[in-house]
């Protein structure tokens, strides 16, 4: 009786296993988007002087909305594709949290946000050269995914 190629054996474990395994990967759920804007506006001020911008987003959650509770992590990103100074500019943005229900219809989601401009810097003179980069730390309630209560 020979011995068994070790190749065979290798596979035999990596189709017992497979099931597992994208069960395991069925409660994480990794996601993105890309985007072409006319027009970067946030809270209704325009962030590219009305010239366009692409956009992306990288995010990860690990129950893919399966459980109760979930913790979260991405990184959104836009560049202005314009020539002028407002034009060209850039912003990425570092978030992680954690959401769970609290009852049938209500959820609270904690957040936390890293603002990053590169290149980004305030032109009146007495903060010229400073960069306006910030951390946010957000906590949210919201019903019926309809009402919302924020604090920031």
Do not use: N
């Not at 020539?83 to 570092?94: N, S, T």
């Amino acid at each position: 009786m020979g011995t068994i190629p070790r190749r065979s054996v290798l596979l035999v474990i990596g189709l017992l296993g497979a099931p597992a395994a994208s069960a395991a990967l069925a409660l994480h759920d990794f996601g993105g988007s890309l985007a072409l804007t006319s027009d970067s506006i946030y809270r209704g001020i325009s962030q590219t002087c009305g010239d366009p911008a692409a956009q992306a987003d990288v995010h990860y959650r690990s129950s893919g909305g399966q459980t109760a509770a979930e913790v979260f992590a991405g990184v959104w990103g836009s560049a202005g594709l314009g020539q002028a100074a407002c034009g060209k500019a850039r912003e990425i943005d570092l978030y992680a949290g954690y959401t769970m229900a609290v009852g049938p219809d209500s959820s609270a989601t904690l957040t936390y946000t890293r603002y990053d401009y590169p290149g980004g810097a305030y032109t009146l003179e007495p903060l010229a050269g400073y960069r306006y980069d910030y951390d946010a730390l957000e906590a949210q309630w919201a019903w019926q995914d309809r009402v919302y209560l924020t604090v920031a």
